[in-house]
């Protein structure tokens, strides 16, 4: 048995303790979480700063690793995709060497699981060997009819090669995904199928469903896709694609960069809980602004984080988006979005069981978070791997 110390430790769903301590075994399972007096201090080791559990990053692309600094800042979504699709393939002889490194350094960065986006297996391998826990969402898109079928088979030979209790099949996008798409997808997965949905990244998606007007349209064009089947909606995207998402299943709205408070209010009618994963770096790199957080408070929506990818983001760490989400909006409290970067995130990819909190019987890891002060957190703040 080991037990750490520090001058505040976050339980994450219990109040944090000033000098708390928490005892893990060999193995890193938490045996218990103590008031400071409750422990013979000749047994702790003590740090300056904040225990927590491993974070949870709800949101990455591990496959486009190689793509580090390629993709231009400030471009706006549309341009973005079609870089991204362009340059993806030029990089292939760095890929397996990146999507170790990232790994790694995710680890290194306190990280204990990922909800990854796949549209190959490449990544299998890697996640099947990690000190990291994976989920892999297998994106299926398809804007023409006659796709729809073979790309749903498809997405389930790829979902084949991860670990089926940490694996599902999940739409790309609104702007990616046709309603048949939605419909059939319906039928083709069980009830334990997690989605994970890019949603309202750019205002061009919105312009798109609501007048089919807008930089996607371009877009389509260079992708060859004839979109005469598509009808502007006279809605946001949020609002036109919702009602196909089977209401047992459970859903990550990612990004929301662009999610008015009338699509928030369209969520709650429905009666649907959804997760709302905000990736805060990766929506500054490429649109240049961040969601309006405060309006997510008070839906009683559980908020998640996520890096993105290398493509968009210079790393995958969760405590740098934390800091730019502190720095964006002073008046949040650590309280709070601790929770989003950690047990939020595991009952997102459902890991609640053993991840996202330093409970009794949990194997969450142990991060340090140095030069916190007490409750805040500052740029300054380092993040170290204890367990
Ligand atoms: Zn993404």
Sequence with gaps: MKYYAADVVFPVTGPAIKKGVVAMDDDGLV????????????????????????????HCHLELSNLLGIVPRNIGLPSFLSSVMNERGNHNASLEEAMLDAD??????????VGDHVNTVVSAKIKEN??????TFVEVMAMKKEDVITN????????????YKHSSITPHAPYSVSKYLFKALKKAVSEDNIFSIHNQES????????????EFLEFFKKMDLVMDDFRAQARNSLQSFLPYIPSKNRLILVHNTYTSMKDLDFVDRMGRSVYICFCPKANLYIEGRIPKIDNFLLGGHEIIIGTDSLASNDTLDILEELKVIHQVYPELDFNETIKWATINGAKALNFEQELGSLEVGKKPGLVLLEGMDTFKLNPKVKVRRIR
């Design 31 to 58: 045996k218990g979480v103590y008031n400071p007096g409750e422990i013979d201090e000749s047994l702790v080791e003590q740090f300056k700063g904040a225990l927590i559990p491993g974070f949870i990053n709800s």
């Design 104 to 113: 790694k350094k995710m680890y290194e960065k306190g990280i204990q699981a």
């Design 130 to 135: 990690s000190l990291i826990k994976y989920h």
């Design 152 to 163: 749903i088979d498809n997405a389930k030979e790829i979902e084949f090669h991860f670990d």
């Design 203 to 214: 205002d061009e998606e919105n312009k798109l469903f609501r007048y089919k007007s807008g």
